[in-house]
């Protein structure tokens, strides 16, 4: 099968750091969000962001994604060594992981809760396999093992919280040859942040005769927004303002999580000022902070007489922008 460059789908180089992994998703993501963009692959762009952005994130995945070698550039086929990615449950992120009821798909597609890895990485990492063992796993069942899972959130949804229906497969009981599946109904708190585990005690791997169940610890992710940047609990809105509003000042209403708030803008105010609104930002204890960034937008001179203002304004107008300070 052919390799799959997931640093080239995110136009990183190797030596990327887990920041520079999160910014060039959270970037492409932005552009190919199948909600907003207008390229015509914006969808099978997505699914290979959200396949690529799934290994790198992980640092046990990555690591052994890192151990293929250099041929892999050449595309050639590659065959995994005797105990290649041994001590990696990659089968248990695959096959247990937690599927939201309405996080599977959405507008005909798929999420990264959803979604499959492509077929080399699927064989690389154990086709078959289950998070209790079976065929093709090699992983030894443990009573009362706990489980991890992701689901994934949208920014409002983790700023008031939410509820899930999440589905996760369970080791096949006596005379059963298939996984059964376990649905639970988790209640997410409000200021979930990206990252963080919930944990759900005792509904991880059913326990063995007296021992106890594993828990179950399910990891946030939240979702790229179309015009919010996460960073913590803090968020950022980049807001377009014309030449009179920066120049004369104006009250703008700006959204938030919270609901639309007025900002005043001031006078004077330049392209990549910076304003915050105090307890804007995620929910929490305390809350974050939203930060306006604002941006001048020219109104084009595309009529006689837009080009006679901008003439007048040129010639009225003592104004050198690249004077010294």
Known sequence: MEFRDYYQTLGLQRSATA???????RRLARKYHPDVSKEADALERFKQMQEAYEVLKDPKKRAAYDQLGANWKQGEQFRPPPDFGAGFDFGQARRGRAQSANAGSAGG?????????????????????????????????????????????????????????????QAPGPGQKAP????????????????????LAGQGEPASGRTRAGDLYLTVHIRPH???????????????????????????????????????????????????????????????????????????????AARELYEKMRTELAFDPRAPE
């Open 226 to 304: 179309r015009n919010l940047e996460l960073d913590g609990r803090n968020v950022t809105l980049t807001l377009p303002i014309a030449p009179w509003e920066a120049a004369l000042g104006a009250t703008l209403t700006v959204p938030t999580l919270g609901g639309a708030v007025d900002l005043r803008i001031p006078a004077q105010s330049q392209s990549g000022s910076r304003l915050r609104l105090r307890g804007r930002g995620l929910a929490g204890d305390p809350p974050g902070d939203q930060f306006v960034v604002l941006k001048v937008v020219l109104p084009p001179a595309d009529t006689p």
């Open 109 to 169: 597609y798929e999420f990264e809760g959803g979604e499959q890895f492509s077929d080399f990485f699927s064989s690389l990492f154990g086709g078959g396999e289950t998070p209790f063992g079976g065929a093709g796993g090699g992983v030894r069942r443990r009573s009362g093992r706990d489980q991890h899972a992701d689901i994934e959130l949208d920014l409002e949804e983790a700023h008031r919280g939410a509820i899930r229906t999440v589905t996760l497969q």
């Open 180 to 199: 059964a599946e376990r649905t639970l109904r988790v209640t997410l708190p409000a200021g979930v942040t990206e990252g963080q585990s919930v944990r």
């Open 19 to 25: 920041d520079d992994i999160r910014k060039a998703y």
